[in-house]
């Protein structure tokens, strides 16, 4: 008997957003006879899931066999303020829908008498905005024809400016204007935040005066302008006291914490969708990243890394101790983290497995009397302060000469492979 083939398939809804709130249904349909048959809810296909925390903006599941499939996707815009019924009418409820159809390929597998291992390697593909767009379109086909040639590359996209002939070093694409209080200038709840594809602006649209100051309230509302061009791309209005907004490193989500409301409200980064809330309030300071499809955030920082599960509302600890410089390379979570006052160790966390890797570093512990002849006391606050592709970091911490709160400052280069610690420099400082 002829063993099944499935496909594991998902598909993603990456309308932009004004900050509505999205009803979504998912309905799919096989080839058929040159064209497509009817269609079916996708739900109904083997191992289908949800995989965007409840609200069907991302869902994946397993396709029998080869061949091409159409996918049609139903949008109802849901109301999540507080309004009666009643008094909303069935027009009131904007809708719509679009089709997309793909197709799944059978890659001809690479015979040998002697086992083959695919060789790993990060391709970035650079190009400018709309280019990148469209290649992005045959990801998957490149992907497949990498395989086949035993290349398993882990495929990012780079996207180029154009030159401005006025100036080889800025060029001025739009003036932004957004609300401050008097007392917001001191507060983190209105301010800007950007990356790779777009410039963040958190504001307030009401004013109100306490005593001599003059303060934003709620509503308040992100808008996200277009970094290569400053158009408005997406908004997404927060109803709560104080926002602040925070990037996903891996560049999924925006989430905006709601110390008041004891929440943070999960949203797309690319269109600005209402993803879903979780209970749980960021603290500043903390990094953020996600894993295993987006479905596990992981908070770094100095009580260590904290992994949430967006679907089961589940949270645990990873590491415990202080854990600095966190940054993504070669598909990993890589850190610096501390324990005790002074040993480093060099980490780096698999956020698909969560799988970790600790590599001690040359210990601190002892050698202050080659580094630093003058009479004094321990050094603190040791801090790693940078961390190059190869591990090394370099170290920085001050210690107490005299009663005068005279200190000496030093910074140290930690060397991975030659296990060593060489003095950078020292300098008396005065609090």
């Not at 083997?46 to 396709?63: I, M, P």
Request: proline content about 3%; some cysteine; glycine content about 6%.
């Amino acid at each position: 008997m002829q063993e099944l083939i499935f496909a594991s398939i998902t598909v993603e809804d990456s309308t932009k957003s004004d900050g509505d709130v999205f009803e979504r249904t998912w309905m799919y349909a096989p080839e058929n006879n040159g064209g497509f048959g009817a269609f079916d809810a996708l739900e109904n296909q083997a191992e289908y899931k949800n995989v965007a925390a409840g609200t069907n903006q991302k869902v994946s599941f397993k396709r029998e066999g080869v061949g091409k499939f159409e996918i049609k996707l139903h949008v109802k815009e849901k109301w999540i303020e507080e309004t009666l019924p009643e008094f909303i009418k069935p027009q009131e409820y904007l809708e719509g829908e679009g089709k997309a159809q793909s197709c799944v390929v059978n890659i001809a597998p690479k015979v040998s008498i002697t086992p083959i291992e695919s060789a790993q390697a990060d391709l970035v593909i650079v190009g400018s905005e709309s280019a990148v767009e469209e290649a992005k379109k045959s990801e998957t086909r490149l992907q497949s024809e990498l395989i086949e040639k035993g290349i398993d590359a882990n495929i990012s996209w780079l996207k180029m400016r154009k030159t401005d002939s006025n100036s080889s070093y800025y060029k001025k694409i739009a003036e932004i204007q957004y609300t401050s209080g008097l007392y917001d200038m001191f507060s983190n709840s209105v301010y800007m935040l950007s990356d790779e594809d777009y410039v963040y602006s958190m504001s307030s649209a009401v004013l109100q005066t306490e005593r001599e100051y003059t303060v934003c309230s709620k509503p308040y509302q992100l808008i996200a302008n277009n970094a290569f061009t400053g158009m408005q791309e997406w908004s997404f209005t927060v109803n709560e006291d104080s926002p602040v907004a925070y990037m996903d490193k891996n560049g999924r989500y925006v989430l905006i914490s709601c110390e008041a409301a004891k929440k943070t409200i999960l949203i797309a980064r690319k269109s600005g969708q209402y993803i879903g809330e979780i209970p749980i309030v960021i603290k500043r300071g903390k990094e953020i990243f996600s894993g295993q499809g987006g479905n596990v955030l992981y908070f770094v920082g100095l009580e260590g890394i904290t992994a949430y599960n967006i679907a089961s509302r589940l949270s645990k600890k990873i590491t415990q101790s202080e854990a600095y410089l966190a940054r993504l390379q070669n598909r990993s979570l890589q850190f610096v983290e501390k324990k005790g006052q002074y040993q480093f160790y060099y980490c780096s966390l698999n956020l698909e497995s969560e799988e970790l890797t600790q590599i001690p570093y040359p210990s601190f512990d002892g050698k202050f009397d080659e580094i630093e002849k003058e009479n004094i006391y321990e050094y603190f606050s040791l801090i790693p302060v940078s961390m190059d592709i190869n591990g090394n970091i370099v170290v920085s911490g001050k210690k107490m000469v005299s009663s005068n709160e005279r200190y000496v400052f030093s910074s140290w280069y930690v060397d991975m492979a030659q296990r060593v610690i060489k003095p950078v420099f020292s300098r008396y400082i005065t609090d």
